[in-house]
């Protein structure tokens, strides 16, 4: 019923910057709190940024002042922003999203994923 595609991905440096996005689309009536989790290999998936539809944030310490998140409720987008990379920072990046549907169901939803690696 709701699809999250992101993109952005990729190899960088360290020192070095990337823009993730993640779109989505089904049968929205409005997207409520979005964000942004990784899972780096062998460990547990971790929250990164989340942003509530009012646009207020909330940040894992280890990307706060490095990571900015944000989103384009007329789009159903949402944005990471992330500069002064880090080896650290390796890891598969999953969009999450909670939305309300025209049936009005709440639905709690995923990407698939994209691989950030930070390597020199």
């Known amino acids: 019923q709701v699809q999250l595609v992101e993109s952005g991905g990729g190899l960088v440096q360290p020192g070095g910057s990337l823009r993730l996005s993640c779109t989505a689309s089904g049968s929205i009536f409005r997207s409520n709190t979005m964000g942004w989790y990784r899972q780096a290999p062998g460990k547990e998936r971790e929250l990164v940024a989340t942003i509530t539809s009012g646009r207020n944030t909330n940040y894992a310490d280890s990307v706060k002042g490095r990571f900015t998140n944000s989103r384009d409720n007329a789009k159903n987008t949402v944005y990471l922003q992330m500069n002064s990379l880090k080896p650290e920072d390796t890891a598969v990046y999953y969009c999450?999203?909670?939305?309300?549907?025209?049936?009005?169901?709440?639905?709690?939803?995923w990407g698939q994923g994209t691989l950030v690696t930070v390597s020199s």
């Open positions: 999450n999203g909670r939305f309300r549907l025209y049936n009005s169901n709440a639905l709690d939803a």
